[in-house]
């Protein structure tokens, strides 16, 4: 299967704006900026991914994107995940891949090896292989094949919404539960969590 990874990333100044009452501007800049290059340093290494494209308003994210070899799109006129994310998936089908890995830039402890085995954790087309967040509520990960399949969702209860969606399409739900792709972080609560992992290992 030829996979294309989509990664949207907001401004890295501006993401993570619920951590602001435990980090500065500043110390918010460098861990968006840390989880980003992780994410992008992962998805290179990945063998089964044959692209990444980073899509953000951000001209700082998209040099970085360059650096590692991602395509990029410039995300312009009112901040919308699902249609940006719909703008790219329309890019990428016309490069004829077989699947779209939706993959967030903060996902902490995201390791080569979660990716690899989620990947793997795919069936055949059409279906879609998703991970959901720590409260089964948002969605870290999502590959749908074909591309296309699904119209994004992302928000509020995105996880039940891409999988009610898939099925009313007839495809394949493969569900990932997977510790290091549920953690993203967001608030306070999820940077506690990720330091005290990160404390023990």
Known sequence: ???W?????????????RL?????????????RMFLENALDILRATTR???TLVVSRDPAALAIAREFGART????GTPNLNNALQRATMLARTFE????LILPADLPLLSQADLESFIAATGGSPSITIAPDRHKDGTNALLVSPPGLLTYAY????????CEMARSKGAQVNVVLNPNLALDLDTPEDLDLFNSVKADA
Not at 5 to 17: D, E, F, M, Q, W
Not at 73 to 76: G, K, N, P, Q, Y
Not at 97 to 100: A, D, E, L, M
């Open 20 to 32: 602001s009452g435990v980090l500065s501007d500043d110390e918010r800049t460098v861990l968006n």
């Open 155 to 162: 928000g509020p209860n995105s996880f039940n919404k891409h």
């Open 5 to 17: 990874a989509i990664v949207p990333v907001k401004p890295l100044r501006l993401g993570k704006s």
């Open 97 to 100: 891949v077989n699947g779209i």
């Open 73 to 76: 799109v410039l995300e312009d």
């Open 1 to 3: 299967m030829s996979i």
């Open 49 to 51: 991914i044959g692209q």
